[in-house]
């Protein structure tokens, strides 16, 4: 069991925006910043969102993040195809005095 | 542009060491945090530790009492070893770095993994 929690599936049509959740606690996400990786199938993590809302260079602006108190959000508007891939959110717990990542989000362009 | 690949055995017996070797090419290990990731099959990441390039490490609470890693920066190489291996370990397991000396599993560089079976 993840100390982050994300929704196993997530959906959306090319075109349309979607997010995707990760909820922590107070020693984690409420306490350090946030940051998503995109997971495409047989590949290493690649790095998509870090410090909450930043974006890696090359990384197109469609892609953002969030976060509000012990929660954060990935936001992907104008989906496309290639979009379709795993996707985990990852903070350090202050607690563990470690790193924790999500379960990971599933998503399915239809 | 920096480039990381593990090597190391691919199958180990239950109750041995897991040992794997990170290295590094195109930058110096020198003022960064190295990362150990591992992801079993058809599931999730999982942070196994850090290593910073003067020894100091961090380690996952679940897996400290087995974990060791070290780094050698005269050949531009971390490690890591895993003690008491049992198919629970079966996974693939990564090496990154940290994108900043002080960021916390910003991992801009990923090595492509390795598969580690533990089977008898």
């Known amino acids: 069991q993840s100390e982050l929690t994300q929704p196993p599936s997530a959906s959306g049509t090319p075109g349309q925006r979607v997010t995707v959740s990760c909820s922590g606690s107070?020693?984690?996400?409420?306490?350090?910043?946030v940051n998503w990786y995109q997971q495409l199938p047989g590949t290493a993590p690649k790095l998509l969102i870090y410090?909450?809302?930043q974006r890696p260079s090359g990384v197109p602006d469609r892609f953002s993040g969030s976060k509000s108190g012990t929660s954060a959000s990935l936001a992907i508007s104008g989906l496309q195809s290639e979009d379709e891939a795993d996707y985990y959110c990852?903070?350090?717990?202050?607690?563990?005095?470690?790193?924790?990542f999500g379960g990971g989000t599933k998503l399915t362009v239809l | 542009q920096v480039q990381l690949q593990e090597s190391g055995p691919g199958l180990v017996k239950p109750s041995e060491t897991l040992s794997l070797t990170c290295s590094v090419s195109?930058?110096?290990?020198?003022?960064?945090?190295w990362n150990w990731i591992r992801q079993p099959a058809g599931k999730g990441l999982e942070w196994i530790g850090r290593?910073?390039?003067?020894?100091?490490?961090s380690y996952n609470p679940s897996l400290k009492s087995r974990l060791s890693m070290s780094v050698d920066t005269s050949k531009n190489q971390f490690s890591l070893k895993l003690s008491s291996v049992t198919a629970a370990d079966t996974a693939v397991y990564y090496c990154?770095?940290?994108?900043?000396?002080?960021?916390?599993?910003?991992?801009?560089?990923w090595g492509q993994g390795t598969l580690v079976t533990v089977s008898s």
């Open positions: 195109g930058g110096s290990i020198s003022t960064y945090y």
């Open positions: 410090r909450t809302n």
């Open positions: 990154a770095r940290d994108r900043c000396s002080s960021c916390k599993l910003e991992f801009d560089n």
């Open positions: 107070s020693s984690n996400i409420g306490s350090n910043s």
């Open positions: 290593i910073y390039s003067s020894g100091s490490t």
């Open positions: 990852a903070a350090w717990d202050d607690s563990l005095n470690g790193g924790v």
